[in-house]
């Protein structure tokens, strides 16, 4: 990121109250470029300098936190991976999809945020959600779904 870009940063934290905002840079490289993509889930690793965790205190008008998270993720773009953007799992990013509530989940709705989260890993991911979990017990708005025995295979 460049000086203007961190410049630009500073100006978006600032657009919100006093510790109303956290944004956090988590350092990587060093041995966790040791391992290839697919040697575990998480594949977003080598060539990533940080990860940037951005979050909101939901105080006053959610209207204009949701509005400000999102200008700060559309700001930060031109700093981060793409095709897809990457994500960490464990943040939760729900404006990358979710399931429905009925507690069917498509693998073609799930490939979205999966792709994002666990990159080429998903499809594995997703054979191995089968064999261990084929009735999708254990599910939440994001999880990895199995194979469906009528549409997916």
Do not use: C
């Amino acid at each position: 990121m460049s000086i203007a870009g961190i410049e630009g940063l500073w100006k978006k934290i600032l657009e919100v109250g006093p510790g109303e905002t956290t944004v956090i840079f988590t350092p990587y490289g060093g041995v966790l470029d040791n391992y290839p993509e697919s040697a575990i889930p998480f594949p977003n690793r080598a060539g990533t300098l940080f990860m940037i965790y951005s979050s909101v205190l939901w105080v006053g008008n959610t209207t204009q936190k949701l509005e400000w998270i999102r200008s700060l993720h559309e700001y930060l773009t031109p700093y981060v991976s793409s095709n897809p953007r990457r994500a960490y799992w464990n943040y939760d990013d729900i404006d990358l999809g979710v399931n429905s509530g009925s507690g069917i989940i498509s693998n073609i709705r799930a490939r979205k945020w999966g792709r994002s989260y666990f990159n080429n890993n998903f499809d594995k991911l997703i054979r191995v959600k089968t064999l261990v979990d084929p009735l999708n017990f254990f599910r939440h708005e994001q999880s990895i779904p199995p194979f469906s025995l009528f549409s997916d295979m």
